[in-house]
Antibody, heavy 117, light 106 residues
Framework: EVQLQESGPGLVKPSQSLSLTCSVTGYSITSNYWGWIRKFPGNKMEWMGYISYSGSTSYNPSLKSRISITRDTSKNQFFLQLNSVTTEDTATYYC???????????WGQGVMVTVSS | DIQMTQSPSVLSASVGDRVTLNCKASQNINKYLNWYQQKLGEAPKLLIYNTNNLQTGIPSRFSGSGSGTDYTLTISSLQPEDVATYFCFQHNSWLTFGSGTKLEIK
C-alpha cells in the first residue's frame, strides 16, 4: 500500500526557510507525480507544486519565487523548501501522490507548521 | 484561477438519510472534479475522481454526478463513520480546492 509521511519542524521564524520531507513507502517516486498541498487555518487549501517521475517540477504561480521541490530517489523521499516565510505561511502541509488521470489519490496525514517569532 | 464554492459549509443529518453536497466551479471544468473525505487528524481520502468514478475500496453509498460548473456528492444512506469534512478539487486547469463541507450527525 502506498503510504506518505511528512516530517519537519513545527515552528519556523519569519523570514527563514521552511523545509519539509515526504517519505514514501510502498511505491517508487520514480513513477507518477508527487505534490505538496497546504491547508490554512480556516480550511482554505492551496496546491503548492509537484515533482514528476523524471524530476521536473511545476509550481503554483503565487509561490513560484519562493518554492523549491526536490527529491532523493535513493531514499524514496521528496522535499519542500519555502523561502522567506511569513505568518501567512502558517498551515498544515500535506504531501500526496498524483494518480494517473485521477488527481491526488494518496495523501500523508499532514504536518502543522507555525511561522512565529 | 478557477474558484470552487462548496455548499453548505455545515450539514447536519440523521443516520440513514440521503445526503447531498454541492460544489460549483467559476467556469467549466470538464468533469475533472474529485471529492475527498477528511476525518479529524487523518489524511484526506479520495472518494470520487473525475465526477463519478468511485475510488477502489470506497463504499457504494458514495456517488458523484455533475457537469460543466455544477457537481454533487451523494451519500445514499448516511452512516456514523461518514462524519468528516468533504472537499472538492478541480484538476481541469491548474489545481484548486473547495473550502469544504463539514458533515455532522443530527
Amino acid at each position: 500500500e502506498v503510504q506518505l509521511q511528512e516530517s519537519g519542524p513545527g515552528l519556523v521564524k519569519p523570514s527563514q526557510s521552511l523545509s519539509l520531507t515526504c517519505s514514501v513507502t510502498g511505491y517508487s517516486i520514480t513513477s507518477n507525480y508527487w505534490g505538496w498541498i497546504r491547508k490554512f487555518p480556516g480550511n482554505k487549501m492551496e496546491w503548492m507544486g509537484y515533482i514528476s517521475y523524471s524530476g521536473s517540477t511545476s509550481y503554483n504561480p503565487s509561490l513560484k519565487s519562493r518554492i523549491s521541490i526536490t527529491r532523493d530517489t535513493s531514499k524514496n523521499q521528496f522535499f519542500l523548501q519555502l523561502n522567506s516565510v511569513t505568518t501567512e505561511d502558517t498551515a498544515t502541509y500535506y504531501c500526496a501522490r498524483w494518480g494517473l488521470r485521477r488527481g491526488f489519490d494518496y495523501w500523508g496525514q499532514g504536518v502543522m507548521v507555525t511561522v512565529s517569532s | 484561477d478557477i474558484q470552487m464554492t462548496q455548499s453548505p459549509s455545515v450539514l447536519s443529518a440523521s443516520v440513514g438519510d440521503r445526503v447531498t453536497l454541492n460544489c460549483k466551479a467559476s467556469q467549466n471544468i470538464n468533469k475533472y472534479l474529485n471529492w475527498y473525505q477528511q476525518k479529524l487528524g487523518e489524511a484526506p481520502k479520495l472518494l470520487i475522481y473525475n465526477t463519478n468514478n468511485l475510488q477502489t475500496g470506497i463504499p457504494s453509498r458514495f456517488s458523484g454526478s455533475g457537469s460543466g460548473t455544477d457537481y454533487t456528492l451523494t451519500i445514499s444512506s448516511l452512516q456514523p463513520e461518514d462524519v468528516a469534512t468533504y472537499f472538492c478539487f478541480q484538476h481541469n486547469s491548474w489545481l484548486t480546492f473547495g473550502s469544504g463541507t463539514k458533515l455532522e450527525i443530527k
